[in-house]
């Protein structure tokens, strides 16, 4: 599925005319579930997120993320049907569904998907794994910006910290600082701790700035190394051709 930008808008509507097309041939092609089926339902709906997200149109987009909502429903019907309600894949669709439930502000019902996806999360993998706690994350943050439960939303972020300390991966970062934010919302009127937890964030985002540096100075390090080796290889070269010419 083709996803190029032009400029910096990804072409979303031709994406999804592809993704539509494989999965007309997927449904003709496979049994009427098959998880490659339920994967194309879920492209779609990202797609549909996407062009969500890219409109100014607050009636368009919503329609658009009405069908996303309905694709992830199906994806979620169909997983629990081929490798059962127990599982991360069925597990991730409840998440998906959650966050557009968020977005539409269904609260409620995003709480309820949100929920289920961390429990079966949990009763699947190892509790603070990398999947686990993305889930946690988005739980929290409903709880802390939309659904005013603060006290649980707290107690939420600080255990997702404490082992996102420990994990490296795709996304921590990101979570991380969602969970600052939510610290940071949650502690409005207690202005002693949201100022701890403020400098908690500054220090974490100090240090994670200090980290890209260095690995940008390993780069350029690694790169004039490259450079003077080649120069070197290629005098090399050439004094060793001098010496047989000379011969």
Same mark, same amino acid.
């Given at each position: 599925?083709?996803?190029?930008?032009? &400029?910096?808008?990804? @072409?979303?509507?031709?994406?999804?005319?592809?993704? $539509?097309?494989?999965? *007309?041939?997927?449904?003709?092609?496979?049994?009427?579930?098959?998880?490659?089926?339920?994967?194309?339902?879920?492209?779609?709906?990202?797609?549909?997120? &996407?062009?969500?997200? @890219?409109?100014?149109?607050?009636?368009?987009?919503? $329609?658009?993320?009405? *069908?996303?909502?309905?694709?992830?429903?199906?994806?979620?019907?169909?997983?629990?049907?081929?490798?059962g309600e127990m599982t991360v894949q069925t597990a991730r669709y409840y998440e998906h569904v959650g966050k557009v439930y968020r977005v539409l502000g269904k609260y409620g019902k995003a709480e309820d998907c949100l929920v289920r996806a961390e429990f079966i999360m949990n009763h699947v993998l190892e509790e603070g794994s990398h999947e686990s706690i993305g889930v946690t994350v988005h739980l929290a943050t409903l709880y802390a910006f939309n659904l005013e439960k603060e006290k649980t939303a707290e107690r939420l972020f600080l255990r997702c910290l404490r082992s996102l300390r420990e994990i490296q991966g795709v996304g921590v970062d990101d979570f991380i600082e969602m969970c600052y934010r939510g610290l940071l919302r949650v502690t409005q009127t207690r202005p002693d701790l949201q100022s701890t937890y403020l400098q908690w964030y500054t220090d974490w985002r100090d240090n994670a700035q200090e980290v890209a540096q260095g690995g940008s100075r390993r780069r350029e390090t690694f790169n004039t190394l490259e450079t003077l080796l080649d120069f070197v290889s290629k005098e090399l070269k050439q004094n060793t051709r001098q010496r047989q010419a000379s011969r």
């Open positions: 599925v083709s996803t190029q930008s032009t &400029g910096n808008q990804y @072409n979303f509507p031709e994406a999804l005319w592809q993704i $539509e097309k494989s999965t *007309q041939i997927l449904e003709t092609l496979l049994n009427s579930k098959h998880v490659f089926i339920a994967a194309s339902w879920r492209l779609k709906a990202l797609l549909l997120e &996407g062009l969500a997200a @890219n409109t100014d149109d607050e009636q368009v987009a919503k $329609e658009h993320l009405k *069908q996303a909502k309905k694709l992830y429903w199906s994806c979620v019907k169909m997983s629990r049907d081929i490798v």
